[in-house]
């Protein structure tokens, strides 16, 4: 079946200007994270999702960046403002259950350069 | 504060070598350990995983690792490498008593030489 996917797959981004990062979680999945990457760096997780409920976003590292899932299947990530220091991939995962040991499944990423 | 450590950013080995790939971790309590690979051009994904039972899990494509409670370390093992192991290893943690995401090392590059 289909994996998780995320749009776009490559954004560039002037600094200043504001993104929206989508997921789309494989169908069924409860569990939804967001996770950032930096070059040469292991995931470090932003926020958590069961259903719509925004469980943990002690990640988040300002204010600037915001994530919703409404109908508690697609989310989206936005960053506000972008800066540089923003520059990374933005890594989506869902899982089936909501304890800590189920798998977590990846999307490919979006790769977001901010100029 | 909680960490994960991976010991070896780089790991190059010929064909048919041994790998063992470090990883120690400092969690307090139960733990959830897991290693991930990212194949060159390809998404993150699961290797094998612990979180009871036989601290000696096996995983896909031949890879094992070993849960060694009193030395915080889960370990990841092929006895005999291949070309396409080529990629980014990643050692995962998290704990049910802390959420539910996981926390990851920085990763190991392996290259594999023909």
């Known amino acids: 079946g289909a994996g998780v996917s995320q749009s776009p797959r490559y954004k560039v981004a002037k600094r200043g200007q504001d993104v929206a990062l989508r997921c789309d979680p494989i169908s069924g999945h409860v569990s939804l994270f967001w996770y950032q990457q930096a070059l040469g760096q292991g995931p470090e997780f932003l926020t958590y999702f069961q259903n719509e409920a925004q469980l943990d976003k002690s990640g988040l590292p300002s204010d600037r960046f915001f994530a919703e899932r409404p109908e508690g299947s697609v989310s989206t990530l936005k960053i506000q403002r972008t800066q540089q220091e923003d520059s990374a991939v933005y890594l989506c995962?869902?899982?089936f259950g909501t304890g800590s040991h189920y798998e977590q499944y990846f999307g490919p990423g979006t790769r977001l350069t901010v100029t | 504060a909680q960490s994960v450590s991976q010991h070896n950013h780089h790991v190059i080995l010929s064909e048919a070598a041994s790998l063992e790939l470090g990883c120690n971790y400092s969690?307090?309590?139960?733990?959830?350990l897991f290693w991930y690979v990212q194949y060159p051009g390809q998404h993150l994904q699961l290797l094998l995983k612990y979180f009871s039972g036989d601290p000696l899990v096996k995983g896909i494509k031949g890879f094992e690792a070993e849960f060694i409670k009193s030395k915080f370390s889960f370990n990841l093992r092929k006895p005999s490498v291949q070309w396409s192991d080529t990629a980014e290893y990643f050692c995962?943690?998290?704990?049910?008593?802390?959420?539910?995401?996981?926390?990851f090392g920085k990763g190991t590059s392996l290259l594999v030489t023909p």
């Open positions: 995962a943690v998290n704990s049910p008593n802390s959420g539910y995401a996981l926390n």
């Open positions: 995962a869902s899982s």
């Open positions: 969690y307090g309590g139960t733990v959830n």
